[in-house]
């Protein structure tokens, strides 16, 4: 029988101008950004954690440090969500499918959620198919609502090999 172990990820950061809006690895153009050490993608944040947390490996903050002077810096997701899915190879896991949702009021993420799949499941060297990718807003409550920043959950199932 094959070992499967399940993680949850979460993620948020703060809209502000003058910073690009890349959710999923794609880029959105949005009046606001997303301000953070890194690229500040949310939902590959969430992600990388999920996994993290699956293969009891702590969190990408433990292993992406903003304190690590520039190395991080304005780094793009994508290459953190490729060594998070070396990382776990280490201990002998791969990934078996990701589910995950966006929190907010815009922009409107409907229409790319094709090309998100199809970006994170290249990334992570798996079947489109086995990469879920859900929007919702918030009703205009919160945080989220008054569009003062984005948040991202997300859960992984990571399989022995």
């Known amino acids: ?65 903003d304190t690590a002077g520039n190395e991080f810096q304005d780094i793009d997701s994508k290459i953190l969500l490729r060594k998070t899915v070396d990382l776990i190879a280490t201990k002998g896991y791969y990934v078996g499918n ?16 094709p090309e998100i799949q199809q970006c994170l499941a290249q990334v992570m060297g798996i079947d489109p198919e086995d990469v879920c990718i859900k929007a919702t807003t918030t009703e205009k409550l919160g945080f989220t609502g008054r569009e003062e920043g984005i948040s991202a959950y997300a859960v992984a199932l990571i399989e022995k090999r």
Request: aromatic share 6%; hydrophobic share 45%.
């Open 1 to 65: 029988m094959a070992k499967i172990r399940v993680g949850m990820g979460y993620d948020v950061h703060q809209l502000v101008e003058g910073r690009p809006l890349w959710l999923g690895g794609i880029r959105f153009e949005h009046t606001l950004g997303l301000k953070g050490h890194s690229d500040a993608d949310v939902l590959i944040h969430a992600i990388c954690d999920a996994l993290l947390g699956a293969a009891n490996m702590r969190d990408i903050g433990y292993h992406f440090p």
């Open 98 to 113: 990701i589910d995950a949702t966006v929190c907010a009021e815009r922009p409107k993420m409907k229409a790319r959620i």
